[in-house]
């Protein structure tokens, strides 16, 4: 009886993710030459996957965060604690905002820097 080939990989076996590169060409990537998630998933606008376009995110999501610093302090000085109490919430999502701005700026840059070294195209998928 012949033996499945495409059964689970071997636990020593690093995993791959073949995508389609800048050239056009199927490379093979691992997950931490990979970088962020490159496709659409299926939405009308393009996502912003590169470094420098995650960076300009970051600054905006930073600028973001020290906009509401700012604001929280104005407010407390002027006595008006009543309107941070009541926006809580605002401050959750300029958090998380910033967190995942950060996150993936970050995962792409050493992305990017590994496959440069590797000398890998950027994927586009």
């Known amino acids: 009886m012949p033996e499945e080939t495409s059964g689970p990989e071997p636990a020593d076996q690093p995993r ?3 995508r389609l590169a800048e050239d056009g060409t199927y490379v093979d ?4 030459e990979y970088g962020v998630r490159k496709d659409s998933g299926g939405g009308f606008i393009a996502p912003i996957t590169s470094v420098l376009g995650l960076a300009f995110l970051t600054l905006l999501a930073t600028i973001g965060v020290v906009v509401a610093v700012v604001a929280t302090v104005y407010m407390v000085v002027t006595d008006q604690a009543n309107v941070i109490a009541a926006s809580w919430w605002v401050y959750l999502v300029v958090a998380f905002v910033a967190w995942a701005a950060w996150s993936s700026f970050l995962t792409e840059l050493r992305a990017a820097r590994l496959r440069a070294r590797r000398g890998l195209p950027r994927p586009v998928e």
């Open 29 to 32: 990537y691992s997950p931490a």
């Open 16 to 18: 791959r993710l073949r």
